[in-house]
């Protein structure tokens, strides 16, 4: 599903994000990236969404080597991921229903396939009943879900959260997390950068620890472990 094969990628010349990164995920599992502040995590998702291009090294995703992908095709394949932000990025002035509309009007879908479709990711994340609200009606936790249901309405073969749960409480996040593991059980592949301690304890999946661009620990039902 996804393998980066001594993956190196430099900021300049006094930031070295990447060295020589090789790892493999399959299809269908969910993988916490963790480590230090710094560590190159926010990095390896970057070259996961082609916003960076790694010097050297392969990264292939889904059969597809992206390291070589035609400018002309990153937004096709853009839309084979769903991509969850710490804060969000909802679009204030729209309603939650336009709001995930959106990204299918984007492709040219037509109005009744939009009005299943996403009433179909809002019944998954609990929030049919606030398709007419503006995100500034809704506590963090549902404008979450509602981040959530829009990364999900494309049917991404991978979702890919960036510290999802860094702007929400403790019994917040946990429901975050189990919406994310309903999700996975569905069958979507997920990684998940993420700092909090307590989550990756509880939720006993494989976890990648970067640091200083390296992968230091890889464990299947790990825990999280910083190196200090
Ligand atoms: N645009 C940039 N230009 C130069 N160096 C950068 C840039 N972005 C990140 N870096 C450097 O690359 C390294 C990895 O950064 P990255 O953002 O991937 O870390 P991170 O593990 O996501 O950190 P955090 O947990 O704080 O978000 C750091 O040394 C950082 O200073």
Do not use: C, W
């Not at 990628?9 to 916490?32: C, N, P, R, W």
């Not at 992206?66 to 769903?82: D, N, W």
């Not at 999802?164 to 917040?172: A, Q, R």
């Not at 301690?197 to 299947?220: C, F, P, S, T, Y």
Request: glycine share 8%; hydrophobic share 40%; net charge positive.
């Amino acid at each position: 599903m996804i393998t980066f094969d001594h993956v190196s990628l430099q900021y300049d010349a006094k930031h070295t994000a990447l060295k020589d990164m090789s790892i493999h995920i399959d299809k269908g599992e969910f993988v916490f990236v963790v480590g230090p502040s710094g560590a190159g995590k926010s990095t390896f998702v970057k070259v996961l969404t082609h916003e960076l291009v790694p010097e050297s090294g392969t990264v292939v995703v889904n059969g597809i080597n992206i390291t070589k992908l035609k400018r002309s095709k990153i937004p096709y394949y853009r839309r084979t991921l769903g991509i969850v932000f710490q804060d969000f990025r909802l679009l204030s002035e729209k309603t939650v229903f336009d709001n995930i509309a959106f990204v299918l009007r984007v492709t040219g879908a037509k109005g009744r396939e939009i009005k299943e479709r996403v009433n179909r990711v809002l019944d998954l994340v609990g929030l049919r009943n606030k398709a007419k609200e503006l995100p500034s009606k809704l506590s963090g936790g549902e404008q979450q879900r509602v981040a959530i249901a829009r990364a999900l309405v494309n049917q991404p073969i991978l979702l890919i959260a960036d510290e999802p749960t860094g702007n929400l409480d403790p019994v917040t996040s946990e429901e975050i997390m189990k919406l994310f593991n309903e999700i996975n059980h569905m069958g979507t592949t997920i990684i998940m950068v993420t700092h909090n301690k307590d989550l990756v304890n509880a939720m006993h999946k494989r976890v990648i620890n970067i640091e200083d661009g390296r992968i230091i620990a890889d464990q299947e039902k790990g825990g999280y472990h910083l190196h200090v």
